[in-house]
């Protein structure tokens, strides 16, 4: 999950190498970039990395809204595949640790975060993996941490026994024009739909 910052550097996660990379402008903007046979940029971006040391295993990062600040996830460390893991931090614009904001404290408390995104409130919704001692995926879920006063408060279950919950996206419902009043209550899957035991 990529996210761009006011300046229109791009930041991307290469989780198995636990790095964080920044990409800054130029990017090519037309075909007139990319003039040769082999359609390669004349002025390539610059490559830097982005320090995330806190999030050994980065995944996803999203802008804290009102700051130039970043959250990200951390999908596989800490953590010991099927006991949970992984970690949500709050990172400054230099990639300075500012907060933890989800750890796997207890044990099980996390659940290897994949997608993170944060609501026009500030709500950060995450979608978890729940990896196996062999780290196939369980049952997943998807949860949500709110702030007051800037503090995280403890974590809600949004949805479980969910099978492989990579991504989530948080929209403004006045937007996409669909009365959610209206809808059925969503129904809990039963845990045998989803790769893991529940």
Not at 22 to 44: I, N, Q, R, W
Not at 47 to 72: C, E
Not at 156 to 168: H, I, R
Request: charged share 10%; glycine share 12%; hydrophobic share 35%.
């Amino acid at each position: 999950m990529p996210a761009m910052d006011e300046a229109g550097n791009i930041y991307l996660a290469e989780t198995g190498m636990g790095h964080m990379w920044k990409y800054s402008p130029p990017f090519p903007t037309s075909e007139a970039d990319c003039p040769g046979m082999d359609h390669l940029v004349t002025t390539a971006p610059t490559k830097t990395l982005f320090p995330v040391a806190a999030s050994p295993t980065p995944a996803a990062i999203v802008r804290v809204p009102g700051t130039d600040h970043w959250y990200v996830s951390s999908v596989l460390l800490p953590g010991v595949p099927g006991q949970g893991g992984g970690s949500i931090v709050e990172y400054d614009a230099n990639g300075v640790v500012v907060q933890s904001i989800v750890e796997n404290v207890p044990p099980g408390a996390l659940l290897n975060p994949l997608g993170i995104d944060v609501g026009s409130d500030g709500t950060l919704n995450y979608a978890e993996l729940t990896l196996n001692a062999d780290t196939s995926t369980g049952c997943g879920r998807t949860s949500m941490v709110q702030f007051v006063n800037g503090a995280p408060q403890a974590p809600q279950v949004l949805g479980q026994n969910l099978s492989f919950p990579d991504g989530v996206t948080v929209v403004d419902s006045s937007q996409i024009g669909v009365n959610f009043l209206r809808l059925p209550v969503a129904v809990e899957p039963d845990p045998s739909t989803c790769n893991g035991s529940g």
